[in-house]
């Protein structure tokens, strides 16, 4: 099947790309457009259309074929070519014009779109910035600061507001090819002109302009090169003609493509597409039908559980052990939507409309005919399997049946049901409205059909779901066992709060350790290390300290003090003399003399000591396959995605000096904390990458 066709319809000439699921611009796709536009100048056409069948427009270049050999037609010659066609060259969008997609229509003379369509220069999240012409046709278009917010947030837009930005010329609400059509004849009737975005002046703005959005970009792409480079290419645009501007935007781009960070961030956009699909799996299974949902819990995590799924536009019903519990967990839902319309995230209608899809209820009566319930009460065992027997006798036949636990046995919790087949876990993260991660849990007896649906289910709640066998913590949590445990040795043994978490914020970690532990709260893992005997509590230098903070009233955040002290009006942390005092104190009744520790080491025990624990969930089958480690990272906790994820990052490192460091701490800290993964030491031995692991199988 070619993937472009061409056909002159009622005297306009119609190129049409055909290449599922994105019609991504890939060579085949350039070469079929290029051989349409030279038969269209020498035909009868009158104008040529570009328009795509599918679910949508060009959604840009073929991300796979990045990093490998360029080939002709390059992106920026092709979208030359259209431009300087004799001929009106028209565009037709429909679903999401993305990247090189969109760049092409602003080579055309003119853009028509239907109303549903959006478009966007998401480049920025692939560390990259719109190398075909982008940088130089849309300031010329629609002027140089929505050139920097359009390509600095990467985030598509309606195709009404770029109507008002000079970027579509037409909206049609339905039949677009038909309408397309007519809009090039009436084009054709107005002696519309040539016109071409490449002629146009830019219009001039003070450089100040450029300063400010370089702060902004250093603060919210911290650690990011690809945003300071693409202001530089839409700079040029200012300062430089057309076609040295785009021999500029060449230049840094070709730079961005072939460096570390793009090429981690493409590693990511595939691992989060490939994280949705289950190994060896039947491609025969039916997925059950949800559209009612029940929540048990209306805490930190069930309101936001519950907005999720309204705002996908599912009905809710969120239960709770009383009216009292029940106001105050629907009042937090109503101030996370009230902060979501202040914020500009949702509009008044639409937060009305998705609250409106929340019931609450405190008898379970109400939930007889919900299709899927998840449990979000207490992290206790006992109760959490209380609540699966209770939802066993009073859900109907076929529901499904999730735990939210952060850390319990889903087998166990299932168990205590007549159907663990229709049970497993649904790890969502907090803020559960916002954070993009969800670890399915898959227990040893869930159903196929039931782990395929919420599978699915995670994509339309626009969740980013990934597989997790049972384990003590599954994926993440488990990893970050180690991680935590290394962040508290360094700490005691010469470290300051402020200096841990400088080193991993400096890496590109969201937030440093020690303030997420503030975050989090100290008092959750003090409780959970209070019901386990002295010797099942692990090193005791790894806890005192947080101990000691949660018996003087530190909590953390919730009660003003943790690690630091925070000011109860604006949240700001700061330092506190007082917890130095109490580190000092448990690390001289340990017997620790306490020494400088540079952040370099500080970063690799954590790291290192995470990676380690990636191995051992590979080597148990917790996780599938290592990219699916990254994303649950990435989308989870905040590890840096332009270095690509723990698992990529070590291949990048080098799996041979990684094992070498891990000896290094062994040797200094001992076999317990520090003995390297069987899987580390068998892939340095056989000289073989996590990628090219991952690849074998
Ligand atoms: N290249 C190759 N494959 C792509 C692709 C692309 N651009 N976009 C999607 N796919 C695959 C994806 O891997 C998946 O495959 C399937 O299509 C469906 O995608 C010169 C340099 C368009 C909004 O960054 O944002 O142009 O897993 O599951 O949720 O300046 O895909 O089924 O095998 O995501 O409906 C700029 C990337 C490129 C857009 C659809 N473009 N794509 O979302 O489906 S750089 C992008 C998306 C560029 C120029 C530069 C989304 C989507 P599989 P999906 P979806
Ligand atoms: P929370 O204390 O904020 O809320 C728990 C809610 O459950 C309370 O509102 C309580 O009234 C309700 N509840 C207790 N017993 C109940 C019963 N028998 N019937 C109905 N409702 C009952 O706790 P949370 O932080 O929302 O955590 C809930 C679960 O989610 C836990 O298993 C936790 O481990 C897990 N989790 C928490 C986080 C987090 O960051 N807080 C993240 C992921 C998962």
């Known amino acids: 099947m070619d993937k472009v066709s061409y056909e002159v319809v009622d005297s306009i000439g119609v190129i049409t790309v055909n290449n599922p699921p994105v019609n991504a611009l890939s060579h085949a796709v350039r070469v079929g457009i290029q051989d349409a536009i030279r038969a269209a100048q020498d035909d009868a056409s009158k104008a040529v259309l570009i328009i795509c069948e599918g679910r949508t427009f060009i959604a840009g270049a073929d991300i796979s074929e990045f990093g490998k050999p360029p080939r002709e037609p390059y992106f920026p010659d092709l979208f030359n070519e259209i431009e300087a066609s004799e001929k009106l060259m028209i565009a037709a969008i429909h679903g999401t014009a993305l990247g090189g997609g969109f760049e092409l229509t602003l080579a055309c003379h003119y853009r028509i779109a239907l109303e549903s369509a959006k478009v966007g220069l998401p480049e920025i999240k692939l560390g990259l910035f ?273 735990t939210n636990t952060s850390y319990q046995d889903v087998d166990a919790i299932a168990a205590a049901t007549n159907r663990p087949e229709d049970c497993l876990g649904m790890h969502f993260f907090s803020p559960a409205h916002i954070m993009k991660l969800l670890e399915v849990v898959r227990g040893d007896k869930t159903a196929d059909d039931v782990l395929s649906t919420v599978m699915a289910l995670g994509k339309k709640i626009r969740k980013v779901p990934v597989m997790s066998r049972v384990c003590y913590g599954f994926i993440g949590n488990r990893m970050l066992g180690p991680y935590f445990r290394e962040a508290q040795l360094c700490l005691i043994e010469g470290g300051i709060p402020e200096g841990v978490d400088a080193a991993l914020y400096d890496f590109g970690m969201a937030m440093g350790p020690i303030s997420v532990g503030d975050l989090a709260g100290l008092d959750v893992g003090y409780k959970a290390r209070q019901v386990l005997a002295e010797d099942q509590r692990g090193d005791p230098r790894a806890y005192r300290v947080p101990d000691a903070l949660v018996e003087a009233g530190r909590l953390g955040q919730k009660s003003g003090a943790g690690f630091y002290r925070y000011d109860p009006e604006t949240r700001r942390k700061s330092f506190d003399p007082e917890v130095m005092e109490i580190i000092e104190r448990e690390a001289d009744a340990l017997g620790i003399e306490r020494l400088p520790i540079d952040a370099d080491e500080i970063v690799d025990r954590l790291i290192f000591s995470l990676v380690n624990e990636g191995f051992r969930v590979l080597e148990e089958g917790i996780a599938q396959r290592p990219s699916d480690i990254d994303v649950v990272y990435v989308y989870g906790y905040g590890f840096p995605a332009w270095r690509g994820g723990p698992m990529y990052y070590a291949d990048a490192v080098g799996l041979d000096r990684v094992l070498e460091r891990i000896k290094e701490f062994r040797d200094r800290f001992g076999e317990e904390n520090w003995s390297p993964a069987p899987m580390l030491e068998k892939l340095v031995a056989t000289n073989t990458t996590i990628a090219e692991w991952a690849a074998s199988k």
């Open 130 to 402: 719109p190398g075909a012409g982008g940088t130089q046709r849309v300031p010329r278009l629609a002027g140089v600061p929505a050139a920097l917010d359009l390509m600095g947030s990467g985030n598509p837009i309606a195709v009404s507001q770029a109507v008002d930005l000079g970027l579509v010329d037409k909206i049609v609400s339905e039949d677009l090819r038909d309408s397309a059509i007519a809009y090039a004849k009436q084009l054709l009737a107005d002696d519309a002109p040539l016109r071409r975005a490449s002629e146009l002046d830019v219009e001039p703005v003070e450089d100040s302009l450029f300063d400010d959005y370089r702060t902004q970009f250093s603060k919210r792409a911290r650690g990011q090169i690809a945003p300071l480079k693409m202001l530089e290419a839409i700079q040029a645009a200012t300062t430089m003609s057309f076609a040295d501007g785009q021999a500029k935007e060449r230049e840094l781009f070709v730079e961005l493509m072939h460096g570390p960070q793009s090429t981690a961030l493409r590693h990511v956009f595939f691992a989060e597409r490939l994280a949705a699909r289950i190994s060896g799996f039947p491609r025969d299974v039916v997925d059950r039908p949800i559209e009612s949902v029940g929540i048990i819990g209306g805490g930190t995590m069930g309101g936001g559980i519950a907005m999720s799924f309204a705002n996908a536009g599912f009905q809710v019903t969120l239960l709770e052990i009383d009216e009292e519990a029940l106001a105050r967990g629907l009042s937090i839902v109503d101030k996370n939507y009230a902060g979501s319309v202040k914020r500009g995230k949702l509009s008044e209608e639409k937060a009305a409309a998705c609250r409106g899809r929340i019931d609450g209820v405190t008898d379970y009566e109400e939930l007889a005919g919900a299709d899927l319930v998840i449990e979000a009460v207490f992290e206790d065992p006992e109760l959490k399997k209380d609540i699966f027997k209770r939802l066993d006798e009073a859900c109907k036949p076929g529901a499904i049946l999730a």
